[in-house]
């Protein structure tokens, strides 16, 4: 079955460590995104990819860091810089930009202590 | 500047009554709009969507009315059931090749038996 997969689904890290969630997906999406949740804040875009070795930042990118080097896969790299990295992170792709329906992953629990 | 507006964060309804989320919009270049559905600790699904050139979309118990003039548009739940008790995120793109999903903030549905 295609999908697109989030790992771990919950992580501990100590205040002022880098960290790297993974985002897979076997959909054959040009398109991939990072969402964070934070509660009533809705989902907020981190950074955006809609093609290999290409990426954008998005409303809330600093702290953060992605690479996209292949198409299947989209890490994001929560960085010391960020201040608030306490937060449920979403991976999502589509088939391309412009309106397609997005398909989401389970979610990434971070949590730094 | 919120361009995607719900603006009730919760909303309960007695099970077998009609549920309606709304959300509003600013941005008059939107042309695609989207319905998602979540559950805590997992990642948004995709419920129903509706095109510009429409003012209503149907599928099953869902509904979604779109009021371009007025810039807004409502999820309609009939019957709703409990399972139906989730967070629903209203989605707007104005297409293109800068078409990113825009989120509102979301509303939480609960649905009591």
């Known amino acids: 079955d295609g999908g697109i997969t989030q790992s771990p689904k919950y992580l501990f890290r100590k205040e002022g460590q880098n960290v790297t969630l993974s985002c897979e997906q076997n959909?054959?999406?040009?398109?991939m995104y990072w969402y964070r949740q934070d509660p009533g804040q809705g989902l907020r875009l981190i950074y955006y990819?809609?093609?290999?070795?290409?990426?954008q930042k998005g409303d809330i990118a600093e702290g953060y860091s992605v690479s996209r080097e292949k198409k299947e896969s989209f890490p994001l790299t929560v960085t010391s810089a960020q201040k608030n990295p306490t937060a449920f992170y979403l991976c999502?792709?589509?088939?391309?930009?412009?309106?397609?329906?997005?398909?989401f992953g389970s979610g990434t629990r971070l949590t730094v202590v | 500047d919120q361009q995607v507006k719900q603006n009730s964060p919760s909303l309960s309804v007695q099970e077998g009554r009609i549920s309606i989320l709304n959300c509003d919009y600013t941005?008059?270049?939107?042309?695609?709009f989207l319905w998602y559905k979540k559950y805590p600790a997992e990642g948004p699904t995709f419920l129903i969507s509706?095109?510009?050139?429409?003012d209503k979309n149907e599928d099953g118990r869902f509904t979604v009315f779109l009021n371009k003039s007025a810039k807004h548009l409502s999820l309609h739940i009939v019957p709703s059931q409990p399972g139906d008790s989730a967070v629903y995120f209203c989605?707007?793109?104005?297409?293109?090749?800068?078409?990113?999903?825009?989120f509102g903030k979301g509303t939480k549905l609960s649905v009591k038996p």
């Open positions: 959909l054959n999406h040009d398109a």
């Open positions: 989605a707007a793109s104005a297409g293109g090749s800068q078409g990113n999903l825009i």
């Open positions: 941005n008059s270049m939107f042309d695609y």
């Open positions: 509706i095109s510009s050139i429409k």
């Open positions: 999502a792709s589509s088939i391309g930009p412009g309106g397609n329906s997005y398909t």
């Open positions: 990819s809609q093609i290999v070795n290409d990426f």
